[in-house]
Nanobody
């Protein structure tokens, strides 16, 4: 599966952005798509994920209530709606995909086999 991310940009504190990740190739019924982010000098961290068939969603505590992950099955695209953005959300955001990821591993980057290119999100204070 190939992934293509888009939608990053510069926004002021409190603003919103929507990221998109388009997938191409065959996706299994148990496919999971997620978003991770990496700020300068920091480790890559989990943001959100969604199970493609069932639609179950998972979020990092730091983004719960502010970010929403969703999907468009027909377009094979996953979205990350980011509201109430804070300077701490500044990072390069990556979409990722993988099959057969159990719930206890869904926040681990090592569980995902496909990665899109990153898209920069910058939140100014």
């Amino acid at each position: 599966v190939q992934l293509q991310a888009s939608g990053g940009g510069l926004v002021q504190t409190g603003g919103s952005l929507r990221l998109s990740c388009a997938a191409s190739g065959r996706m299994s019924s148990n496919y999971v798509m997620g978003w991770f982010r990496q700020a300068p000098g920091k480790e890559r961290e989990f943001v959100a994920a969604i199970r493609w068939s069932a639609g179950f969603t998972y979020y990092a505590d730091s983004v719960k209530g502010r970010f929403t992950i969703s999907r468009d099955n027909a377009k094979k695209t996953v979205f990350l709606q980011m509201n109430s953005l804070e300077p701490e959300d500044t990072a390069v955001y990556y979409c990722a995909g993988g099959s057969t990821i159990i719930v206890t591993s869904i926040m681990s980057a090592n569980s995902y086999s496909s990665w899109g290119q990153g898209t920069q999100v910058t939140v100014s204070s």
